[in-house]
């Protein structure tokens, strides 16, 4: 059995909240980095169970679907041994008309110490600190079109995991630009990272003013994808089209569905697609491209997602004295094993 690479103690990490992704620094995501990847060499063990979090009440708010985000926030909470509680919205007072800062002070009141949140309003999670902060942590889980930060680190650490750097990569993000958290979230961290970021959309799909946020944006997508080192696709909203957006959904995959003929003429022979899913096959990407084990990183992007947010979980809700704790119980898990592999 490997020894895994040590938790860092380091005190780079002062957050109680994660509530977006332009104020985090670069060291900061570093140090996410380097706790997920510490972490996911635990999600391989057959007991992925670490008493970190033993105690500790994370609960879910979900006021919009969710299968990965909700699912692996969970997963996180249960194997760092935290007690993880998915609130139903649609089964909740909430339905009776109770606000949602009522909602989180009822939660609040019962011990929770983390919410996990997502709101079809952008900025929630801000209003949550502004009311709560002193008292539970606060995790963003998508806020409108505002950001879905845990989604951008786990994006960049499927990368970093596969690439080690993207310093000078060209990263072509394709699809509803105007109306994607995705978007945004991604283009801050890769740029952080040092990629090139590319986007490509109908211009009715393009925020005004998006190259403020430092990337290049084009309407043409051969020139988007001409060398591309990376291709991230999102979902086409079919409401979109109800809303006069695009002037068909045929049109859309015709002149911007990410294809295997399109990857192959246009970008980098070693081309790497990602989708942060749910995807709708045969709109914004092809089947080949999803589902070649060789290029697509979309299944890494998914197991990279528990990694991420154990390690936001335990860096927001342990303190840097429970977090040497940590080290020292992985040391001496490290130095069993390699007491049982010179035993073998
Ligand atoms: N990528 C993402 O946020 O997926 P879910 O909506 O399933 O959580």
Redesign the pocket.
Known sequence: MASHPPLITTDTWKRRHVIDSASLSYEEVQEVLKTAKSFSHILSRPVKKIPTLRGKVVVNMFY???????TSFELAAQYLSADAINFSVSTSSVKKGESLIDTAETLAAMGTDAVVI?HASSGVCQQLVHYFGDRISVLN??DGYHD?PT?GLLDLFSLMERLDTIQGKKITIVGDILHSR?ARSNIHLLKLFGAEVHVVAPSTLLPLHIESLGCIAHTNIETALQDADVVMCLRMQMERQQAGLIPALREYIRFYSITQERLEKFCKPDVLVMH???MNRGVEIAREGSDNREISLITNQVTSGVAIRMALLYLCLSTPADRSGLERFQANLNERSHERTLAV
Do not use: D, I, M
Request: no cysteine; charged share 25%.
């Open positions: 919009e679907n969710s299968t990965r985000t909700r997502r889980a998508g879905h989604q995705v942060p899913g749910p």
